[in-house]
């Protein structure tokens, strides 16, 4: 399996896992959801996988459009290497972690997810792509969406 059809089929095991979470953890756990589907649209591009790159924004972006609309109208537009290249949304990505805040527990429940299911992949973009904020052990009603206001790309 390529990376290409193996990163798509990793984020719809994990797009799945989270959006059948329970209502109590699925808020904090799916903020997790839009920076690793740029992170894997932006790299599939980057390796130069561009029809993979065009079928997994297709196939995901309907996912984000309701808090994303402006940067997924944006990301929708790089379709190359040279795209990339000037892309200062595509640019600022690449450069800049992304904050997610969640729970300890969420968090833990996500780790042990993505390492039971030999997710790597997914595993890998975490570690590279993402900074967590946690907070306590359990999540605080309202507090998911907190993390949309310190995206990077919300000011470009």
């Known amino acids: 399996e390529s990376d290409s059809?193996?990163?798509?089929?990793?984020?719809?095991i994990l797009r799945s896992w989270v959006h059948n979470s329970?209502?109590?953890?699925?808020?904090?756990?799916?903020?997790v959801l839009f920076p690793i589907f740029v992170h894997g649209f932006l790299g599939l591009i980057k390796r130069d996988?561009?029809?993979e790159a065009q079928s997994f924004f297709k196939k995901?972006?309907?996912?984000?459009?309701?808090?994303?609309?402006?940067?997924?109208?944006?990301?929708?537009?790089?379709?190359n290497?040279?795209?990339?290249?000037?892309?200062?949304?595509a640019k600022?990505?690449?450069?800049?972690?992304?904050?997610?805040?969640m729970c300890s527990y969420s968090f833990e429940l996500?780790?042990?997810?993505?390492?039971?299911?030999?997710?790597?992949?997914l595993l890998s973009t975490l570690n590279e792509k993402i900074d967590f904020d946690i907070y306590g052990p359990s999540p605080i009603?309202?507090?998911?969406?907190?993390?949309?206001?310190r995206r990077v790309g919300k000011e470009c």
Do not use: I, P
């Open 5 to 12: 059809s193996a990163f798509s089929k990793s984020y719809g």
């Open 22 to 31: 329970l209502d109590l953890y699925k808020a904090e756990l799916s903020t």
């Open 49 to 51: 996988y561009l029809e």
């Open 60 to 79: 995901y972006r309907a996912d984000h459009l309701a808090r994303h609309d402006d940067e997924l109208r944006r990301l929708g537009s790089v379709t």
């Open 81 to 89: 290497m040279e795209h990339l290249r000037e892309s200062e949304l």
């Open 92 to 101: 600022t990505y690449l450069d800049t972690k992304m904050t997610v805040r």
């Open 110 to 121: 996500l780790v042990a997810f993505l390492h039971q299911n030999k997710l790597m992949l």
């Open 141 to 149: 009603v309202g507090e998911a969406g907190r993390s949309e206001e």
